[in-house]
């Protein structure tokens, strides 16, 4: 039969005002027991358990235990779980309004123990799958749950589910979030800042110095030096660190596209602006901006840049308002800005507010007495599964810090990459090193053998036989007179081939 209007309204209002409160948490464990508290509420129950089932074990997990009153129940295992797995079994709601004399539950001993009578047990399923149940019983009272109240619950029950999954996967992604953020934290901390070199621990004091503070920081140093790193733990470790940081390559893209991705644009800025985008400088408001290889931004570029750093504002391609931005600025430069400046390639009273404080990185070569602290590190962080290197053999050892390294850091990271791929027990040889770095260092060897004589005397019959044995021409290039010449072949008894005139010599 047909409900009366009345009752399906009041149904309809109980699941509106029940939706609006359960749709407006976020976190898990306040949900859950809101959904509860609703659910004794409406239905004046005197006992309510919201259980949920572990993916891992298998198992259901009481995470509300509450009395009408909005109190805690204290032993949460005094309830019926014959009626809970059968809830879970059938996907179905399992109802009774006397629990003692239902057949269904005569050989259940927590119905006589905990004197229950009325329970009523409604499965949360989400796409067929039952992730857990509500549970509402009774002990003094024989209360018989009414049909518009079991017609409630069936379709509180699937907005329930949807919050709940939807909580669930909120705080798993904000646990996620935090730990994340926690191992970004622990790499990029200045203690992974490889080197007791005297360079680098004026390195590391000036960082120390500069965390702290807003002021703009300038990494200077050759391709490979760590300057990402060092503009990674600077804001990993500075009171922005729960902020954004935004890394742009200034020598990826064309100068228009750079400024578009910098600055962002308002639709029909030019041809292609669709929608209004937001820049990288509004995206990393409160954070940290590292404008890698900054000395190769155009001078259009260079102005706009200019302006974030002395108005802390932008303006969309596009666009006629200002926005507010709140950034740090660290940049990094392979080349000597200064040179820049002098060529007018480069804006000084933009270098001038970029370098408040400058960081020069030293090159690999100029600290070699970090390499075989730098090669363990390496080592520590590159051991694959099926690899357990140890170290470095003495030869090997001796190999690597003969070699001048141009490509630095990310040059040695990859040679020990290569040579534990190559190794064949848990110590790094001398064969395991690329053959290009042995070759190398073997050339340096053989020419340092020689003697200063021996050098000049190759050289200057080298620039004689380009130049067709002309002394004339071959003291011209060597920056000496002819009289110089003359003594020099014959101290390293030169013989004269293809004698020419007076005038040729």
């Known amino acids: 039969m047909a409900k009366s209007l009345p009752e399906n309204v009041k149904v309809l209002k109980s699941l509106y005002e029940a939706s609006e409160v359960i749709n407006s948490i976020r976190d898990y464990n306040e949900l859950l027991e809101k959904i509860m508290d609703i659910t004794l509420n409406v239905l004046e129950a005197e006992r309510g358990f919201l259980m949920i089932l572990e993916d891992k074990k298998g198992e259901m997990k009481v995470e509300v235990a509450r009395n009408f009153h909005k109190e805690n129940i204290i032993n949460s295992k005094e309830i019926s779980m014959t009626s809970v797995y059968k809830a879970l079994q059938d996907g179905e709601i399992v109802l009774t309004s006397d629990a003692k004399t239902d057949p269904r539950f005569s050989q259940s001993q927590s119905i006589a123990l905990y004197n229950l009578r009325s329970i009523l047990v409604v499965p ?27 017609e409630f619950m069936n379709a509180f029950a699937n907005l329930a589910v949807l919050s709940i ?58 391709s490979g030096t760590g300057k990402g790193l060092i503009a990674r733990a600077i804001h990993f470790n ?23 991705e910098l600055f962002g644009y308002v639709k029909g800025a030019f041809t292609g602006a669709l929608t ?16 890698d290889e900054v000395g190769d931004l155009s001078v259009s570029t260079q102005t706009k840049l200019l302006r974030v750093l002395q108005e802390h504002k932008i303006r969309r391609l596009g666009d006629t308002e200002d926005r507010n931005v709140d950034v740090r600025i660290i ?15 480069f804006r000084e009273d933009l270098f001038y507010r970029l370098k408040v404080v400058k960081i020069v990185i030293p090159p690999l070569r100029e ?10 590190y390496l080592i520590h962080k590159l051991n694959g599964k099926n690899k357990n290197i140890e170290g470095v053999s003495n030869e090997a050892m001796a190999a690597l810090l003969k070699y ?54 190759e050289h200057i019959l080298n620039v004689l036989a380009d130049n067709d044995y002309s002394r004339k021409k071959t003291a011209e290039i060597l920056g000496i007179s002819l009289r110089t010449l003359h003594y020099k072949l014959k101290e390293y008894n030169i013989e004269r081939k293809n004698e020419k005139s007076e005038e040729e010599k």
Request: proline content about 3%; glycine content about 4%.
């Open 331 to 345: 940049s990094a430069t392979n080349k000597i800005l200064e040179d820049e400046v002098k060529k007018g390639t």
């Open 276 to 291: 209004d985008k937001m820049g990288l400088f509004e995206a990393a408001d409160g954070g940290t901006f590292f404008l």
């Open 165 to 222: 999954e939807n909580a669930k996967l909120t705080n798993s992604l904000a646990i996620e979030n935090l730990t994340l953020k926690k191992e970004i934290s622990s790499l990029y901390n200045f203690e992974d800042i490889i080197g007791t070199s005297k360079k680098m621990r004026d390195v590391l004091r000036l960082l120390e110095k500069v965390i702290n503070s807003d002021v703009p920081v300038l990494l200077e140093g050759e």
């Open 238 to 260: 500075s009171p922005r660190k729960d902020k954004k940081f935004i890394t742009q390559y200034c020598g990826a893209l064309p100068e228009t596209l750079l400024e578009s």
């Open 367 to 376: 600290r070699k007495e970090d390499i075989p602290i730098l090669v363990k």
């Open 124 to 150: 949360l399923k989400r796409l067929n799958r039952v992730i857990g149940v509500i549970y509402i019983d009774t002990q003094t009272s024989k209360k018989i749950f009414s049909e518009e109240e079991v």
């Open 404 to 457: 001048d390294w141009p490509g630095n850091i990310r040059e040695l990271e990859n040679v020990i990459q290569h040579a534990i791929v190559m190794a064949q027990n848990d110590i790094i040889t001398i064969d395991d090193i690329p053959e290009e770095i042995l070759n190398k260092r073997m050339i340096r060897r053989e020419f340092y053998s020689k003697r200063l004589k021996d050098v000049e005397r």
